[in-house]
């Protein structure tokens, strides 16, 4: 069966990196669109970034544009998700997820990682 498995999570200054990985398995990587979402505590889960089954395009939510990027290795069927200049507000559980929507790549959900930013 499909699994997504993500990493990286943990506790962070604000101001600091942290990089997630996602780990896929029982699925075709090379194409699915591959997304990272979050969600805190009493909120929505949100897509924060989306790349491209071919990793030619991503895109970004507002709150994260210039700080975030998203990539992938086909050959490792890996995604990842730097992050960079971490806020006290990017503490969430973060979701790595897979589909065939690049507007909203949902099919497949990994187990999330919790990301949490010090003040």
């Known amino acids: 069966q499909v699994q997504l498995v993500e990493s990286g999570g943990g506790l962070v200054q604000a101001g600091g990196s942290l990089r997630l990985s996602c780990a896929a398995s029982g699925l075709t990587f090379s194409i699915y669109h591959m997304g990272w979402f979050r969600q805190a505590p009493g909120k929505e889960r949100d897509l924060i970034a989306v790349?491209?089954?071919?990793?030619?395009?991503?895109n970004y939510a507002a709150a994260v544009k210039g700080r975030f990027t998203i990539s992938r290795d086909t050959a490792k069927k890996t995604a990842y998700h730097q992050m960079n200049n971490l806020k006290p507000a990017d503490t969430a559980v973060y979701y790595c997820?897979?589909?065939?929507?690049?507007?909203?790549?949902?099919?497949?959900w990994g187990q999330g990682t919790q990301v949490t930013v010090s003040s």
């Open positions: 997820a897979a589909g065939s929507l690049f507007l909203r790549p949902d099919d497949s």
């Open positions: 790349i491209s089954w071919n990793g030619g395009t991503t």
